[in-house]
């Protein structure tokens, strides 16, 4: 069982809204006590989905959470969007792969970076990225 | 023809209008005395009497409004812009509705057509002060945005740290804006200088991400393409390991820890050596 400690909810359209977003995981995380490391790997995974949600889902919404599963405490984020959607999410999720003439790691990267990873998307409809990090994990 | 008795006596009393305002705004202004601002109140308060009618008087949501609400809009973004308070923007608005009520008081003796037609002129400027919270606004991100360009230009200095050898020390996020004025900057030091070794010391960048390192990889191409070394420096621990996760390989760049270890490394390029002096003591 996941129980919800707090949350917040952000708005991001625009490339402006990047860092003050970040600023505010980076907070969660040191409320919670996470290590410098284990911080900057949610910062980078919040940075990579942050960016998706931009660029390709057109702006969306991103939901920032503390959980807590009964052993310890994480970070919860949702970032979800009413973009066009992925056709392939399998595909999406290969290393290089890319619609936008960038590395193509996003996706898969931010899966290696945390500690549990869901994506859903329909076309025509939107995508949500779920990810969770411990705070030890 | 204007049949509203109210609308009648505020388009004939503009001159008192504009005084009685004029006076308000004085005593609530620090800064009231420049003749832009008297324009900017006549301009405002012309086109809000032209704008009242029998039919708008009635109604604060008129398209009537239009051009009245255009006027405000401009000047709560140039209140905004020239350093003005909310407080100070706000108050202009209120203290013209002050102005009008203190007119209407003036010429209307019966208190209940008096409390009726001030309830209408409150409801139309109180509309309008929404607008003025807009454009306030609006103003200060106009501000935001143009400070945000002058510091990422002022926070991007090249330093020729050694003859051949600039360094480019990058603080914050590096995004596409950013990546670009970095570029440049350093693309052109290289020549001016004549250097043959940049180093980009990213100790001050909070997180490398996959677009942070797709635009470090495309800087140190293009330094290449002028015959020139590129350094990657202040690589901290928690950054290369999240390197390695994303899958970013960075194996064609020189990369160092610290900017004194890609300094040394310059060094070695260049066949300099720094050494210790030696100090020979002589009596006398
Ligand atoms: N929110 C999204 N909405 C629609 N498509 C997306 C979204 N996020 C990712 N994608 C698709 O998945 C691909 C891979 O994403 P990613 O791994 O982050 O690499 P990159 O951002 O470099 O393209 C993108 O090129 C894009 O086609
Ligand atoms: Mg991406």
């Known amino acids: 069982m996941t129980t919800i400690l707090s949350k917040e909810d952000f708005i991001i359209v625009k490339e402006q809204d990047v860092v003050p977003f970040r600023n505010k995981v980076k907070e969660a995380a040191v409320k919670i006590g996470m290590g410098i490391l284990n911080q900057t790997k949610l910062i980078t995974a919040a940075s990579e989905l942050v960016r998706n949600l931009l660029k390709y889902g057109g702006g969306g919404m991103v939901i920032i959470e503390s959980v807590n599963n009964g052993r310890e405490n994480g970070i919860r984020l949702i970032f979800a969007d009413k973009g066009p959607g992925i056709a392939d999410v399998s595909l999406a999720m290969k290393d290089g792969y890319s619609t936008g ?6 996706l898969p990267g931010t899966k290696r970076l945390v500690n ?5 998307s329909t076309v025509g409809m939107g995508t949500t990225v779920t990810i969770i990090k411990w705070k030890n994990g | 023809m204007n049949t509203n008795k109210t609308v009648k006596i505020l388009k004939e009393k503009k001159e008192t209008i504009l005084e009685l305002w004029t006076t308000k705004q004085k005593a609530e202004d620090s800064y009231f005395n420049t003749d832009d601002q008297k324009e900017d109140s006549e301009d405002f308060a012309t086109s809000f009497l032209d704008a009242l009618s029998d039919a708008t008087i009635e109604d604060q949501n008129s398209r009537g409004y239009d051009k009245v609400h255009e006027v405000l809009m401009g000047i709560s973004v140039s209140r905004a812009k020239r350093g003005f308070s909310p407080r100070e923007t706000g108050s202009y608005l209120f203290s013209f509705k002050e102005a009008l009520l203190e007119v209407l008081s003036n010429e209307i003796e019966d208190p209940s057509i008096l409390y009726k037609e001030s309830l209408k002129i409150s409801k139309i400027i109180d509309n309008m002060a929404i607008l003025t919270f807009e454009g306030y606004i609006k103003g200060r991100e106009d501000v935001i945005a143009r400070q945000t360009d002058e510091i990422t230009e002022i926070s991007t200095p090249v330093i020729r740290v050694w003859d051949g050898v600039v360094a480019l020390p990058i603080i914050g996020t590096l995004d596409s804006a950013r990546t670009q004025v970095v570029m440049e900057n350093l693309l052109q030091q290289i020549v001016e200088t004549g250097s043959t070794i940049a180093i980009l010391d990213i100790s ?7 677009l942070v390192a797709q635009h470090l990889i495309k800087t140190v191409s293009a330094t ?3 015959g020139a070394e590129c350094i990657i420096s202040g690589i901290r621990p ?5 390197v390695v996760h994303l899958g970013i390989d960075l194996s064609n760049i020189i990369t160092k820890s610290t900017l004194a270890s890609a300094l040394q490394t310059a060094f070695n390029m260049l066949k300099l050596e720094v050494n210790k002096k030696k100090v020979t003591y002589t009596n006398s």
Not at chain 2, 238 to 242: G, L, R
């Open chain 1, 101 to 106: 003439k960038s590395l193509g790691l996003g």
């Open chain 1, 116 to 120: 549990e990873f869901d994506i859903q």
């Open chain 2, 204 to 210: 001050g960048v909070p997180a490398v991400d996959s």
């Open chain 2, 224 to 226: 290449r393409l002028l």
């Open chain 2, 238 to 242: 928690e950054i290369a390991q999240i």
